[in-house]
């Protein structure tokens, strides 16, 4: 029964207090009943964590990859300030913050399997960081206004692969960050976007200052593990105009793109699977599209939050609107909780959390109708403070028993909004 409703479990590790299956199902029950109901006090405590000197750039989740109740949850922030801090979130304080470095942070990412934090600066150096100390174990320069990250795992090595603005891709070994390989994927054009399929297979490229260059799919172990005499095996995405992506979870390799002509404010989604065909001599990539449908918004707003939900749900955060599709088209709900625009959004098997710059955090869990396609219901607000000090809450994330966000503060000191729900 556990297993059955919460999949991310790993329970060959039961702590002694929980004993039994049952037990664990208990104790997990009345978390997410903190967690739908979402009472000041009663389900949760929210203390504010202060530090920072600067503006939030980032933060990432050192999650507990067993989702025991005896763990702690562990945020890491980056700032403008040039600082890095971790931050427990049930105690309230901060455990450790990084030196000042010479350039202000603009990225951060955990790379769970080794338990670093990576980070870009403004100047494009990438540093590795010892998540539970703060040390400083290794950095790498890309001469890059602005770097994209991502992480993966393979045949025994942790990976880095970063975009440039100069449109390159470096791939690095984690934790030493010794560059393995380096793609000119595009031409000038700063790479905005950067995915990893579920299976781990397939690093996508895309950008969106050019309306004719298409994304680009690579195979992970041609950036990972190149031959000399070979270019990387890729292939190109046929859309234009690419805006946001997302991968469906639940898939091995199935990706959405919002695109545009740029003319109207018309946009498109369309789905593709993209598979490998081998043959004795090489590998071609097959990109196969399984879907499209129209999106039409009210006035011209570029900014598109883009998540997906299983294998076959479609989650669009734009303006104050929150719309929910399912991966033919049809729309299945739309939420207009909040008073100003969306700025982030986070999901998980339980629930959805959008932050909005009106300085509330709105909660929906997940529901099934009676079609049986899955939706939400709108549960609660999380106040984030008072509008005389804060502009609104820019980024949002969440682990099985709590929220974090990051609030833009009118001083340029933003802080972090910490909720966790009792167990």
């Not at 890095?84 to 450790?96: F, P």
């Not at 040390?135 to 206004?145: G, I, M, R």
């Not at 990387?232 to 046929?238: L, M, N, R």
Request: with cysteine; hydrophobic share 40%.
């Amino acid at each position: 029964m556990c297993m059955h409703r919460w999949t991310f479990c790993n329970l060959s590790k039961l702590n002694p207090e929980m004993q039994t299956w049952k037990n664990y199902y208990l104790r997990r029950a009345k978390l997410e009943q903190h967690m739908t109901s979402g009472r000041a006090s009663a389900d949760y405590t929210c203390k504010t964590l202060r530090g920072h000197t600067g503006s939030v750039v980032g933060l990432v989740y050192l999650s507990d990859s067993n989702h025991q109740f005896d763990s702690k949850s562990i945020v890491c922030s980056a700032s403008s300030d040039g600082t890095i801090r971790a931050w427990s979130i049930q105690e309230g304080i901060q455990l450790w913050s990084s030196q000042v470095q010479d350039a202000p942070l603009t990225k951060i990412i955990a790379d769970q399997q080794t338990g670093l934090v990576i980070s870009t600066d403004s100047q494009g150096r990438i540093k590795a960081w010892k998540a539970q100390t703060g040390d400083e174990l290794a950095s790498f320069p890309t001469a890059s206004s602005a770097c994209t990250l991502l992480t993966y795992y393979r045949k025994d090595q942790s990976f880095l692969t970063a975009g440039t603005s100069g449109g390159a891709l470096h791939t690095l070994t984690i934790p030493a960050l010794s560059q393995v390989s380096h793609v000119r994927a595009f031409d000038t054009y700063k790479i905005d976007i950067l995915l990893l399929s579920p299976d781990k297979h397939w690093v996508i490229a895309a950008l969106r200052e050019s309306l004719d260059l298409h994304p680009k799919v690579y195979f992970t172990e041609s950036l990972s593990c190149p031959c000399e005499d070979d270019p990387p095996v890729s292939a190109s995405i046929p859309v234009n105009g690419c805006t946001v992506a997302s991968f469906f979870p639940s898939e091995a390799a199935r990706v959405m793109i919002v695109h545009s002509d740029g003319l109207s404010n018309a946009k498109n989604i369309s789905i593709f699977d993209i598979k490998s065909k081998k043959s004795k001599y090489k590998t071609e990539i097959m990109v196969e599209q399984v879907g499209s449908f129209e999106l039409l918004f009210d006035g011209w707003n570029s900014d598109i939050l883009l998540e997906a939900h299983g294998s076959g749900t479609i989650l669009i955060a734009q303006g104050k609107e929150l719309k929910l599709y399912s991966i033919a088209g049809t729309q299945i709900a739309s939420f207009q909780d909040h008073k100003e625009h969306i700025a982030a959004m986070c999901v998980d098997s339980f629930r959805v959390v959008t932050a909005a710059y009106d300085l509330s955090l709105r909660v929906f869990t997940w529901k099934k109708e009676q079609n049986k396609d899955l939706s939400l219901e709108s549960r609660y607000h999380l106040l984030g403070g008072s509008h005389m000090f804060s502009r609104g809450f820019t980024h949002v994330a969440c682990d099985y028993a709590s929220i974090v966000a990051s609030v833009a503060a009118k001083d340029g000191k933003d802080v972090l909004k910490a909720y966790s729900f009792n167990a």
